[in-house]
């Protein structure tokens, strides 16, 4: 059989194939084990108290981000993020991700009972903060363009927000600090506590998606 027939029934067999949904393209990020394409995060640990930020890995199947419920002690229950397409493994100030335009990232953190803040460069933090306060939290309050987030923390707890990254496609950061003074002086300086988590965003267009070669595959 010639090399001409060879690739023409190989088309052939691929167009079949796709058109009977047999036959699966799998994207190039689907190595990534870090993230979760299924919500089931059930990871109580938070790092290092006052020097970790972590993001939710666990992708939502509703449609909608989900926060960390707080206050609560070393728990991140229930935690998704939408359109995080890969995440490194670090939860300090060296943290990567890649995530899609528009997509929103879920942070929670344990800061103990120091007041925090999160910090981005651009995006916007959600107006509703966590799930509660019960006494752990004195005071949350945002800055006008709602890219800062700000606690004043009467007790030890969980903080957490989500974020949504711009629609513009580039390079972002959200950070945490730690350790402010108490009462309404987070609120005038939020950024002069102890940096405790630092993640650098990319935003892409699109995810990347793997080729079909079929050589490899029949």
């Known amino acids: 059989m010639s090399t001409k027939t060879l690739r023409k029934r190989i088309a ?3 167009v079949a194939a796709l058109a009977t949904g047999v036959l699966s393209v799998t994207p190039a990020n689907a190595h990534n084990t870090t993230v979760s394409t299924t919500a089931t995060n059930t990871s109580t640990a938070v790092g290092t108290i006052g ?3 972590f993001v939710a890995t666990d992708l939502s199947t509703s449609g909608v981000a989900t926060v960390a419920a707080y206050p609560g002690d070393r728990t991140a229950a229930a935690a998704t993020s939408m359109g995080l397409l890969v995440k490194d493994a670090s939860s300090g100030t060296a943290q990567t991700a890649t995530m899609l335009v ?4 879920s942070f929670y ?3 103990g009972a120091t007041d925090s803040a999160f910090v981005a460069s651009a995006g916007t933090f959600a107006t509703v ?3 509660g306060y019960a006494g752990a939290l004195t005071e949350y309050r945002q800055n006008q363009t709602r890219t800062t987030a700000m606690f004043d923390v009467g007790a030890a707890t969980v903080v957490s927000q989500l ?3 711009p629609t513009t496609v580039g390079t972002y950061t959200v950070s945490l600090y730690v350790g402010t003074p108490t009462g309404d002086t987070i609120f005038v300086a939020p950024t002069q506590g102890t940096l405790a988590g630092k993640i650098t965003v990319t935003v892409v ?3 990347a998606g793997g080729s079909y070669s079929p050589l490899q595959r029949l």
């Open 102 to 105: 528009g997509g929103t990232l």
């Open 163 to 165: 974020w949504t990254a």
């Open 12 to 14: 052939l067999t691929v």
């Open 129 to 131: 903060d966590g799930t």
């Open 109 to 111: 953190a344990q800061t």
């Open 205 to 207: 267009a699109t995810s």
């Open 51 to 53: 020097a970790s930020m």
